[in-house]
């Protein structure tokens, strides 16, 4: 009897085993271990590019959670030199518009200093480049060119983030009359919805830009109230249950005072004007607790009956950052042949997950600071930042708008 | 439409061709594909051509060369420059540069298309004449496009003769090798040819009726069929993933169960492990196992039928539905506390304070004491 059993459990592993390797090399582009891609969904002109450059500037040098952004040093050289590029006053000189051909993912080591001379290596960050007329091309418009490597990466981003032009907002809301920009909003919305991510936010770029007719800036709530009002697509995506709450993130590349607009359309820089990026890390914060909330969400979906903790999810399915989050406050996973079990109800990971963020460390031994303390770090900062954000009275939207609301 | 080059003209079969390709936006409208060469007219072909002329900035008198593979059309060679837009190169009013409407610069991708591996490509060699003649074949196609934006239609080109070494008198470019760009199937794989070139520089005469399909006459066919694409699989790694696998699962089931043969627990370098596998012993009714979860020395203060008493009220009848969960841990140096919670249906709900202890790397339930409160 049990020879039989042996022989049965063998089989089966073996069997599994040539399934999962035959699903290893079907995709030909498995993401590395511990990889969040970020993918900034946006038309050409948007602002993708210009929103790499001042993501690796805001990251340089640690700042007061200590992470930074490493890269190869081909990469670290091209970044640097776009960067003296636009910080660099004495010219207009800008990058150039991103070609067809110049599709690049760029990787990012997410490196956290700690204490005492201690770093760790967090995650693994891809950010992928693409000319934005190949997102207009998916959206029906454009001439048809294709991507293969953006289309994979907006298949497989762990989120995805929907870039508005402030500069053509801008002209919707004030010049009037915008029936391409507003149609252009609905395509790119209707992108969104398509995605199969649930983690989806929105950023409107060039937010300096954003002033009425006699110069003064808007609020978010005035740009979004707006919005609804000339936009019946935007009105609905606020409202489409499946994302839940969509943060509406506002992103200047530029900042305040660095960039005038010509009549023309051209920009020039301010001579000796300072380069300052707002809100440029916040698509990069909202990542991490996202993918841990959107994992919770499926594995309570898929909840055994009648129970809080077992799921039918199988754990190859979670995100390699849920699962350090996971290890990281002690949340014990079981797994068996349909699914696996947690030791703590899935309601409660958050709470638990938070908590131990907001524990002192304890003294362990040996003291080692490692990859799930660099984890613990950056997810730390991520909530931190991202509650900020909501709670800042200049970016409050009313009234808040609940998925599945009329 | 199709676009052609001065001077052009039915060639003798031993000279080499290329068709004149550009790549380029408008003030308004977005980066497209505005010559394609006839035999490359189809959407796949277009796609690709877009994706691998990638902007290079190169010093004059130099030129990118890209193979591309896995296409339909068999090898591909690009040789190109990444041209900054001037008003002037391309006849439009106004000076200096030419700018989109956000004010950025606009690059072209302005070359040729041979259909010859990169290799022949180098061993003919491409010269300066031969890309003004690309430049004077394709700038009325910009400039059309320019001035019409999104009501531009995309141009074809035909196939033109290249200046042999012997009869050129001009410069030399010099060619920049990029890495092969590499067309990949449904699947995500490259698509890789038998690694099989034609042996000569075949002279690939224009000859074509239709544009986007491959006419060769039946005169000036090249005796080396074009490659056959085969998709990689890797058949032979899934094999040996498997096998290993398999030994692993023998290997590991042997040592479980000569182990288990042994003694009643397995050891666990974490807490949460030793109280994972109590919970789950009472969950399924086994009270001998999940004994052996004490300390040596608590199972000396609480024997075998108090143990059952406490954990097992039900013993015999339906012990299966015994609920077992507990908290998460609280670590404190080589010990740790955590509340076990017991439900069965029908009888009183226990709450245990649990104090775990390491004894030599495994974990084990120290002590427990029953909370007051249960129902």
Redesign the interface.
């Known amino acids: 009897m ?1 020879a039989t059993v ?1 022989i049965v ?3 089966a ?6 399934r ?3 699903r290893a ?5 498995e993401p590395a271990p511990d990889q969040v891609t970020l993918l900034m969904l946006g ?3 948007s602002g993708k590019t210009l929103m790499l450059a001042s993501l690796f500037k805001h990251f340089r040098l640690g700042g007061p959670y200590g992470i930074t952004l490493l890269t190869d040093d081909v990469s670290e050289r091209e970044l640097e030199q776009l960067i003296d590029k636009i910080q660099d006053t004495s010219n ?1 000189d ?4 991103t ?5 690049r993912a760029w990787r990012f080591t997410v490196r956290v200093l700690g204490e005492d001379g201690n770093t760790a290596d967090a995650l693994t960050l891809k950010y992928l480049d693409y ?3 190949y997102a ?1 091309s998916v959206s029906g418009a ?7 490597e953006f289309l ?1 990466t907006l298949k497989s981003a762990d989120i995805i983030v929907g870039v508005l032009d402030g ?1 053509k907002i801008r002209r919707l809301l004030v010049d009037g009359g915008q029936g391409r920009v507003a149609h252009e909003l609905d395509r790119l919305l209707r992108l969104l919805v398509r995605a199969d991510q649930r983690s989806v936010h929105l950023v409107i770029s060039k937010w300096d830009r954003l002033k009425d007719a006699h110069g003064r800036p808007f609020t978010l709530d005035q740009v979004v109230r707006q919005l609804e009002e000339k936009s019946a697509g935007f009105r609905d995506f606020r409202r489409t249950p499946k994302f839940g709450r969509i943060r509406i993130i506002p992103v200047s590349t530029f900042g305040r005072d660095f960039i005038d607009v ?1 009549p ?4 020039a820089k301010r001579p000796g004007a300072q380069w300052r990026p707002m809100n440029i890390d916040l698509p990069f914060y909202c990542t991490l607790p996202d993918i841990l909330s959107g994992d919770i969400a499926l594995m309570a979906a898929n909840a055994k009956p009648g129970s809080t ?1 077992q799921t039918t999810v199988s754990r190859d399915r979670l995100a390699q950052v849920t699962l350090g989050a996971l290890a990281m ?4 996973l ?1 797994i068996s042949t349909h699914g696996f079990a947690l ?2 109800p899935f309601s409660a990971i958050t709470a ?1 997950v938070r908590a131990r963020l907001a524990a002192p460390q ?1 003294h ?2 040996p003291a080692v600071f490692g990859t799930r303390d660099a984890l613990g770090r950056v997810l730390k900062a991520s909530y931190s930042r991202s509650e900020a954000f909501d709670k800042d009275p200049s970016w409050k939207i009313h009234p808040p708008v609940e998925a599945g609301q009329p | 439409m199709t676009v052609s080059a001065p001077g052009d003209a039915l060639a003798a079969p031993d000279r080499p061709h290329a068709w004149p390709f550009l790549i380029g936006r408008a003030r308004h409208a977005g980066h497209r594909v505005l010559v394609v060469p006839d035999f490359m007219a189809d959407r796949a072909a277009v796609s690709a051509l877009a994706a691998a002329a990638r902007t290079a900035d190169l010093p004059d008198g130099t030129a990118r060369l890209r193979e591309l593979r896995g296409l339909a059309n068999g090898p591909i060679c690009l040789v190109y420059r990444s041209p900054t837009a001037r008003a002037g190169d391309y006849r439009l009013p106004g000076d200096g540069r030419l700018l989109d409407e956000t004010g950025r610069n606009i690059r072209l991708a302005e070359g040729l298309v041979l259909r010859l591996p990169a290799s022949a490509v180098e061993a003919i060699g491409i010269d300066r004449a031969d890309l003004e003649r690309v430049h004077a074949t394709v700038a009325p196609a910009y400039r059309l496009f320019w001035e019409r934006e999104d009501g531009f239609t995309r141009q074809t080109s035909r196939g033109l003769e290249l200046s042999t070494p012997v009869g050129r008198g001009g410069e030399p470019i010099r060619l920049q090798r990029d890495a092969p760009w590499v067309a990949k199937s449904d699947s995500g794989m490259p698509v890789h040819p038998r690694p099989r070139q034609p042996e000569t520089v075949a002279g690939y005469g224009p000859g074509r009726q239709e544009s986007g399909r491959d006419q060769w006459p039946e005169t000036q066919r090249p005796e080396t069929q074009w490659p056959e694409m085969t998709v990689a699989r890797p058949r032979r790694k899934r094999l040996l993933f498997a096998a290993g696998a398999a030994v692993a699962a023998v290997i590991v089931l042997t040592v479980v169960l000569v182990g288990h043969s042994r003694a009643p627990v397995t050891p666990h370098a974490l807490p949460d492990a030793a109280l994972t596998g109590f919970c789950d012993a009472v969950n399924q009714g086994s009270a001998v196992h999940a004994y052996g979860f004490l300390s040596a020395a608590y199972r000396q203060q609480m024997s075998k039928a108090v143990f059952n008493a406490q954990f097992f009220p039900a013993a015999g009848k339906d012990e299966s539905k015994v609920a077992c969960t507990f908290t998460a841990p609280a670590m404190s140096g080589n010990a740790a506390d955590s509340t076990i919670f017991v439900v069965s249906p029908g009888h009183s709900r226990s709450t245990w304070s649990a104090h775990l202890t390491e004894e030599s790397g495994t974990w084990y339930i120290g002590s427990m004491a029953r909370n007051a409160g249960g129902r």
């Open positions: 049990s042996i459990i063998v089989l592993l073996a069997a599994f085993g040539f999962q390797s035959k090399g079907s995709t030909g582009s038309f050409q002109g207009n800008l990058p150039d518009s070609g067809l051909g110049d599709t000319a934005g007329e207009e454009g001439t048809g060119e294709v991507d293969g994979s500069e010509l023309d359309g051209s920009t903790t406050a002690d949340i014990a079981k030791t703590v638990r304890e362990r031994q």
